[in-house]
């Protein structure tokens, strides 16, 4: 069985795992044309960069044309993950990871699942970083996912709400 380990002590962002799955040896291209699929208006850039020393792929998913907060509430999410030409495994757990998002955000919230509605978390980077990870986990074979602790650190920062 093949497992992968983040080591979080800088976070862990989308792009950043897919940075991690995609310097495993997956082709870019592949993945680039897997992800132009989704006919959504976004552009995956993917560049090799170098940070204290060590060397990694860096990945940016841009959007091209969005120039409104894009809100989309779960049946949203769940009617694009599923008409979208993943297999039936990566949609499952893309699915699982949304369906918890919108969990948390109803708890938080006061809303019930229904209503409950997601900002930055379901636009169209969020969807590429989590189809996207769910796919490349899935064509690399990985059957478990491991992370240390993430380091929650303080702060603010400046988002739809």
Known sequence: MKFIYFDACAGLSGDMI???????????????????????PVSVEIRETKRAG?????????LRSQKTHLTRR????????????F????KKNALAIFRTL???EA???GHS?????????AADD???????????????????????PLNVGRGWVRTSH
């Open 102 to 104: 919108f969990a948390a």
């Open 126 to 148: 969020a969807l590429v970083d989590v189809l996207g990870s769910c796919y490349l986990a899935e064509k690399l074979n990985i059957r478990r996912v491991y992370s240390s």
């Open 18 to 40: 897919l940075g991690a799955l995609l310097d495993l040896g997956f082709p870019v291209a592949q993945f680039k044309r897997k992800i132009a699929e989704l006919k959504l």
């Open 87 to 90: 297999s039936a495994a990566v």
């Open 54 to 62: 060590l060397r990694g792929l860096k990945v940016d998913v841009k």
């Open 113 to 121: 699942f229904e209503t409950a509605h997601l900002h930055e978390a």
């Open 107 to 109: 708890r938080v919230h």
């Open 74 to 85: 779960w049946q949203d999410v769940e009617a694009l993950i599923k008409e979208s030409s």
